[in-house]
């Protein structure tokens, strides 16, 4: 879509240049040679010719419109180029907060949350076992890990899918690949 939009600027950046230059005079030079058999007898004949002219702008507001709608055009393409890359770029940053935020909370599960997590459920299956804890603390603790191992996983998940959005938007296919190994 970017690539599309600037091509169309610069397409419409020449044809401004163009009609600016039709409101100048056009020159025009020629020759010509041609060799034919001669009328009478049996030699040849050669004519050479040579042109001239000179084409004049008479139509100035003809030409004026021209160039008014050119720069018209050149300016309408501009804007949505400037649009597009706005665009892009506040797609970029939302991508790359969205990756952020989800790799702050893979660590955060990760060397946090699931080991106290994990602790808790083998405290409570100590206890139970041997009498100290009820059968509620158990599935509690059990319960609270298993939601933490979701929500690490969740945010994995969430990981994948902005680094896709990054690689689209940056176009750049081996993006995930990227980062994952500088990590």
């Known amino acids: 879509e970017y690539k599309a939009k600037k091509a169309l600027a610069e397409k419409e950046e020449i044809s401004v240049r163009l009609a600016k230059k039709n409101?100048?005079?056009?020159?025009?030079?020629?020759?010509?040679?041609m060799v034919m058999p001669a009328m009478e007898g049996d030699g040849e004949e050669t004519d050479i010719g040579l042109m001239a002219g000179v084409?004049?702008?008479?139509?100035?507001?003809?030409?004026?419109?021209?160039?008014?709608?050119?720069l018209s055009l050149h300016s309408a393409?501009?804007?949505?180029?400037?649009?597009?890359?706005n665009k892009i770029k506040a797609e970029l940053q939302m991508a790359?907060?969205?990756?952020?935020?989800?790799?702050r909370r893979i660590t955060?599960?990760?060397?946090?949350?699931?080991p106290k997590a994990t602790q808790a459920f083998e405290v409570a299956k100590e206890d139970f076992s041997s009498g100290k804890g009820d059968f509620m603390n158990l599935i509690d603790a059990e319960r609270t890990f298993l939601e933490f191992k979701l929500l690490y996983e969740r945010a994995k998940a969430d990981n994948e899918i902005a680094c896709g959005e990054i690689a689209i938007l940056i176009n750049d296919p081996f993006y995930e690949k990227t980062v994952n190994k500088l990590r």
């Open 55 to 70: 084409e004049l702008p008479v139509w100035q507001g003809k030409y004026s419109s021209e160039i008014k709608e050119s």
């Open 108 to 114: 955060l599960f990760r060397d946090s949350l699931i």
């Open 77 to 85: 393409a501009l804007n949505d180029l400037k649009n597009t890359e």
């Open 23 to 33: 409101r100048y005079p056009d020159f025009m030079l020629g020759a010509s040679w």
């Open 96 to 103: 790359l907060f969205k990756s952020n935020d989800a790799q």
